[in-house]
Nanobody, 126 residues
Framework: QVQLIESGGGLVQAGDSLRLSCAAS????????MGWFRQAPGKEREFVAV????????LYADSVEGRFTISRDNAKNTVYLQMNSLKPEDTAVYYC???????????????????WGQGTQVIVSS
């Protein structure tokens, strides 16, 4: 059974840092792109970052570029999201997601990710 479990969320002040983790199980994960999305209250779930399975190249939303870093440890089946210089507008539930194996479609869209975690809450106070 494919499963993604996020951890690391919490309440922080503006300017602080947090590192989210996503532990994957139930399949082969080294051949899947792994992404992070977030959903703020009353808003649509939006793309944050993705790391490709081949070469480990990364893509980021403009709103987090330069502040967030996505990485993966295939030996541990874990994906990380290091979040620095957090802002109140980063407040959201953060979701880890995975594409199917060897996926070659768009990476910014939720439609490319059939596997999702339950989410972890991040609250940034001003």
């Amino acid at each position: 059974q494919v499963q993604l479990i996020e951890s690391g969320g919490g309440l922080v002040q503006a300017g602080d840092s947090l590192r989210l983790s996503c532990a994957a199980s139930g399949g082969v994960w080294s051949n899947r792109h792994m992404g992070w999305f977030r959903q703020a209250p009353g808003k649509e779930r939006e793309f944050v970052a993705v790391i490709r399975w081949s070469g480990g190249t990364t893509l980021y939303a403009d709103s987090v570029e330069g502040r967030f870093t996505i990485s993966r440890d295939n030996a541990k089946n874990t994906v990380y999201l290091q979040m620095n210089s957090l802002k109140p507008e980063d407040t959201a539930v953060y979701y880890c997601a995975s594409t199917p194996p060897y996926y070659s479609g768009p990476l910014y869209s939720r439609a490319g990710y059939p596997y999702w975690g339950q989410g972890t809450q991040v609250i940034v106070s001003s």
